[in-house]
């Protein structure tokens, strides 16, 4: 097109104020011309464009496309290079994207050849069709079906999932009413009720057989949501429907099944359940179970559709080729098909039973248990002439098993009665069985007036052969014991788990002239040496035992009792046996009632802590003081340590207590060092238990900081007991308080586990000779012997010895002429509450009793 220059001055007016942005480059694809429209769609002014390549303003994306329609027309010299609009994307300058529809042209303007590109915004639209796009692909890649309806309920559209799953077309199904294309059974006033449901804005979900093409049956999940237009008016419904029947059929028969047994009801009530289950599901189908009894013969268990007449004619048929349907496929061991009864040899003898009742067709399952055995049949006989569905399998695959649970439950009780009534580790009876079985022989000796004894076996130390060879180990420990109570059992005896590590015995007709004689050879029994975890161990258990009539009328108060009498037999030692008396009943109660007050006393800071003096043999002054725990209840009276200590052991209260000791010596240290009062050190008890806690070292590091203590100002007492404990814990404890330089001391050395192989382990700074050596020292030679090893014994792992217990003055010369280094007993002082020790010290200083002299 050629131009003069007042019609070219008119075209870029033109073109300047056209809504479209207008782009005009020249053969050199620079822009000479970008109109306003163009600066709002790329958001660059035209100072930024004009004289730029126009590459700058085509997303890289489609540059080649771009270059191919420039040279194309240089070569061919068409004027029309992108004829129709085309959709582009478009790249902004604040990096947005948005999509514009546009046309190139060639322009011959002043002997130039120029390209117009005329660029319409369709963001909007490119959107919303992209949208649908993907709601289409959607709707058509789903697996569910999806149907919409207009305002009359009728079909305006089905994807493609709802013809893969039902077989219909859209064109078969236009037009016409989802209810009765797929449910064409249901009653109109329930179609009515759904149609008022969604008109009335509420969705509608259910579950529902419905039916394919072929006439199979789905059960399908259905959700139907109604669209309403601006008006109000119902437009559209929306349904989508999922294939839920394998699910489904889980759901219904397995649950109704599975509790009519768990409710223990008879065989045959299952059986007639499973049928009428059946056949509400499949209405046209009528079911039969027969069983096959151990003589291969037939048994019928349920056909609540056929007629008695039916159930009598097949009772004791034995199964074999040619015996109906039912006997064939119990004899072949698979399905057999018959879509034509009437003409079907297998039914040539039979035939005359099902045709009068208008049963054309059979289909048998075998229903197969454990080892492929044959245990009965399940038929589906139908009027139609036809073979199974696909639903119809479906709904086998599911009962089947169920059916052959149900008809192996006979023999399976055994199994069942032995998870639920035995102890799955050692065999024996659990305590359901247990109680059950002895309340008989109670009431069986109740009954003849005989004696009956009940043994309380409670294993001693069970819980260090857990902690120290695992649990398989303990496991095994108490199979090998369990073995053996069976072993010594007589056959009229019951014995059983109670839980842990306990058993009980019960002895029908063994009164207590007996009973002695029993329990000594059952203890011999148990205790005998076996190898469990690599380790060669001894056991050993503690025995209660109560008599009845003599220690109860009932076997709660008879078990009851001899668990108290069990801990009294262990309180006086482990491995041994303790009878129950009304004494020990009476010693229970008060031990109850003394674990309660120590609770309480222990929570609302009710103990005491009293201070014995340790002396220096050598220089007599104040070696340090060990805090000795006192209980001075305000109703119970004073309570000897060794009864509430051994208590808090038992009840699991030791933990508490020794936290107890070490916080409340460590601050009355602190006090007396604020007052001016020189204590060198103060010594506390701790029972091995403690030392099974993990955290005690960071507890006693935390005590000492809060009261601006040093390591050095504590020391740790343990027992012998200690050195024997296996709890993996124990060591690491110990050597952790031990390497925050706190001192540990073995406590009443000589009268527990006296071993230097021990001692050598376990990082000890000091020994204290027990009491029980200084007691007779003046007139005993053996006693000073014994003091004698024992100092020798300290100073060769180069420990500190203190001798405690000293009385007289004769003790003390002979103990400090044997050399030991430290005196500790009533000579000097008994143990004092805080206030009269600081007057002790006040006044054995004046007295010359001790000296100022500290020890280092």
């Not at 390549?53 to 496309?65: D, F, G, R």
């Not at 034995?318 to 034509?340: F, H, K, L, N, Q």
């Not at 002396?615 to 002054?621: K, N």
């Not at 103990?815 to 430290?822: A, F, M, R, S, T």
Request: proline residues 4%.
């Amino acid at each position: 097109m050629q131009s003069n220059p007042d019609f070219s001055e008119l075209f870029n007016q033109t073109l300047e104020q056209a809504i479209d942005s207008v782009v005009v480059i020249d053969t050199d694809n620079r822009v000479i011309f970008f109109n306003r429209a163009a600066e709002q769609l790329w958001g660059y002014s035209r100072e930024e464009v004009i004289g730029k390549n126009v590459k700058m303003l085509v997303p890289s994306e489609i540059q080649s496309h771009h270059d191919h329609y420039i040279d194309t027309n240089r070569q061919t010299g068409v004027n029309h290079i992108v004829g129709t609009f085309r959709t582009v994307p478009i790249h902004c300058k604040d990096g947005s994207r948005c999509w514009g529809s546009m046309s190139i042209s060639k322009v011959e303007s002043a002997g130039k050849i120029l390209y117009t590109a005329f660029i319409k915004d369709v963001t909007d639209q490119h959107e919303a069709e992209e949208h649908a796009r993907l709601l289409s692909l959607v709707a058509d890649q789903t697996d569910n079906a999806i149907i919409i309806t207009n305002g009359q309920w009728e079909i305006v559209y089905v994807n493609a999932g709802f013809s893969r799953m039902f077989g219909y077309t859209f064109e078969k199904v236009q037009g016409q009413y989802p209810t009765s294309v797929l449910t064409p059974n249901v009653e109109q006033s329930t179609v009515e009720k759904i149609q008022q449901r969604l008109s009335q804005g509420r969705a509608f979900n259910a579950e529902e057989i419905t039916y394919m093409a072929g006439g199979e049956r789905m059960w399908c999940s259905v959700t139907s949501n109604p669209v309403f237009d601006a008006a109000g008016n119902l437009r559209n419904t929306v349904s989508v429907l999922t294939d839920i029947t394998h699910s489904k059929m889980h759901e219904v028969l397995q649950h109704r099944v599975l509790e009519a047994m768990a409710k223990e009801e008879p065989l045959e009530d299952i059986m007639d359940l499973v049928c009428r289950e059946i056949e509400r599901i499949v209405p046209e189908v009528v079911t039969s179970i027969l069983r096959v009894d151990g003589n291969h013969t037939l048994r019928p268990l349920a056909s609540p559709s056929l007629p008695a007449s039916y159930c009598l004619a097949i009772e004791g048929l034995p199964i074999g080729e040619g015996v109906a349907s039912s006997g064939t496929a119990a004899y072949r061991g698979e399905e057999v098909i018959v879509s034509d009864i009437e003409n079907d040899p297998l039914w040539t003898h039979y035939k005359a039973l099902v045709l009068p009742l208008s049963l054309n067709s059979c289909w048998v399952t075998p229903i197969k248990g454990s080892h492929e055995r044959i245990l009965g049949t399940l038929a589906f006989y139908r009027t139609e002439f036809r073979t199974p569905t696909t639903f119809d399998r479906q709904l086998v695959d599911v009962i089947v098993p169920l059916c052959a649970l149900a008809l192996e439950r006979e023999e399976s009780r055994a199994h069942i009665r032995q998870l639920a009534f035995y102890d799955n580790l050692t065999e024996l009876p659990n305590r359901s069985l247990l109680l059950a079985e002895a309340e008989r022989a109670l009431h069986e000796a109740q009954r003849q007036k005989t004696g009956l004894a009940v043994f309380f076996i409670d294993l001693d130390r069970f819980k260090q052969v857990n902690d120290t060879l695992g649990h398989p180990a303990g496991d095994k420990l108490l199979q090998i014991i369990a073995e053996r109570l069976q072993q010594s059992r007589r056959h009229t005896d019951i014995v059983g788990r109670l839980s842990g590590d306990e058993f009980v015995v019960v002895l029908p007709q063994c009164d207590r002239e007996h009973v002695v004689e029993i329990v000594e050879q059952l203890r011999l029994s148990m205790s005998q040496p076996c190898l469990v975890g690599g380790v060669m161990l001894a056991p050993s258990a503690s025995i209660g035992i109560s008599v009845f009539p003599h220690d109860g009328h009932d076997m709660g108060t008879l078990i009851h009792r001899a668990d108290m009498a069990m801990y009294q037999a262990k309180s006086a030692g482990r491995g041994r046996y303790s009878f129950f008396s009304h004494e020990l009943n009476q010693l229970t109660q008060e031990r109850q009632a003394l674990e309660s007050a120590l609770r309480s006393t222990l929570e609302n800071n009710q103990l005491q802590l009293y201070y014995q003096p340790q002396i220096s043999m050598e220089g007599g002054y104040l070696y340090g003081v060990e805090a000795l725990a006192r209980w001075h209840h305000p109703e119970l009276g004073i309570i000897s340590p060794v009864r509430f200590i051994a208590l808090a052991e038992e009840c699991g209260l030791i933990g508490e207590l020794g936290q107890w000791g070490i916080k409340e010596a460590c601050r009355q240290l602190a006090i007396w060092r604020r007052q001016g009062i020189h204590i060198p050190v103060v010594s506390v008890n701790l029972s091995p238990t403690n030392f099974h806690n993990l955290d005690l070292p960071g507890m006693i590091m935390h005590t000492l900081k809060e009261h601006d203590l040093d390591v050095k100002d504590l020391t740790i007492e343990i027992t012998e007991n200690i050195l024997v404990d296996t709890n993996p814990s124990i060591m690491k404890t110990i050597s952790e308080v031990h390497a925050y330089g706190i001192r540990l001391s073995v406590d009443d050395f000589g009268t527990g586990y006296s071993s230097l192989s021990y001692l050598r382990r376990f990082p000890i700074q000091e020994l204290k000779l027990d009491s029980s050596f200084v007691k007779d020292l003046e007139y005993d030679h053996t006693s000073r012997a014994l003091s004698a090893a024992v100092i020798r014994i300290g100073e060769s792992l180069q420990l500190t010895v203190v001798a405690e217990g000293i009385e007289t003055d004769q003790q003390h010369a002979i103990l400090k002429e044997q050399g030991y280094h430290v005196a500790q007993g009533y000579l000097f002082s008994q143990p004092l509450p805080a206030t009269d020790f600081e007057k002790w010290v006040t006044d054995a200083l004046i007295a010359g009793k001790i000296t100022n002299k500290v020890s280092t």
